[in-house]
């Protein structure tokens, strides 16, 4: 069984830059999600979708934030003119909308430096 | 207040003893809540969740739901030095159109041989 995947897993950037990253979900899971998650923290709600649909986007997101999940499958997470603040580890999730309880499985992470 | 919360810790608890760790939310239309291990640097695993009133069991770990409370714990049995990790309760409720799941920020446990 192969789980949740992210590309890059680590990703340094200088501040003003844009970068890209990617989540492959687990194959038949129809729900993926962002979170963002700094030291100290819990993760934070980005965004999900259901299949290709963003469903909902936190209102703490910036409009330098963008996803995508073109065909339902992977999707990618793409922040424009990085700043400082935006140093984190980003985390990708999915799960099957099925029964109560709806788990969410995590990838490994994607950490975001900026200088 | 915090929609979910938890003491940061540390915890420390020696080696064999029970771990016993808890959570409160604040939204009592809350549905279904999940307990995650990190381990520094890693991301989140799951390893329990649960949805209805009372105990559930998976091997070394039981969870612990009152929703009356608005009260969730984890108990750790026989408790291992590679049970040392932060421990996340998550929580998840209908909010306008979506279930969002919240977090909290985790509780440090410490496992000492």
């Known amino acids: 069984d192969t789980g949740v995947s992210q590309d890059p897993r680590h990703k340094i950037t200088k501040r003003g830059q844009n970068v890209t990253f990617r989540c492959d979900p687990i194959?038949?899971?129809?729900?993926l999600y962002w979170y963002r998650q700094t030291l100290g923290q819990g993760p934070e709600f980005l965004t999900y979708?259901?299949?290709?649909?963003?469903?909902?986007k936190s209102r703490l997101l910036s409009d330098r934030f963008s996803a995508e999940r073109p065909k339902g499958s992977f999707s990618t997470l793409e922040i424009q003119r990085t700043e400082q603040g935006d140093s984190a580890m980003y985390l990708c999730a999915s799960s099957l909308v099925s029964g109560a309880l709806n788990e969410q499985f995590f990838g490994p992470g994607t950490r975001l430096t900026v200088l | 207040q915090k929609e979910v919360e938890q003491n940061s810790g540390p915890l420390s608890v020696p080696e064999g003893a029970i771990a016993s760790l808890n959570c409160t939310y604040s939204d009592r239309g809350s549905q279904s809540f999940f307990w995650y291990r990190q381990y520094s640097g890693k991301s989140p695993e799951l390893i329990m969740s649960i949805y209805s009133n009372g105990d559930k069991e998976d091997g070394r770990f039981t969870a612990q739901l009152n929703k009356a409370s608005q009260y969730v714990s984890l108990l750790i049995r026989d408790s291992q030095p590679s049970d040392s990790a932060t421990y996340l309760c998550a929580v998840r409720a209908r909010s306008g159109g979506y279930q969002k799941v919240t977090f909290g920020t985790g509780t440090k446990l410490q496992v000492i041989p």
């Open positions: 194959s038949e899971h129809n729900r």
């Open positions: 979708f259901q299949n290709e649909a963003q469903l909902e």
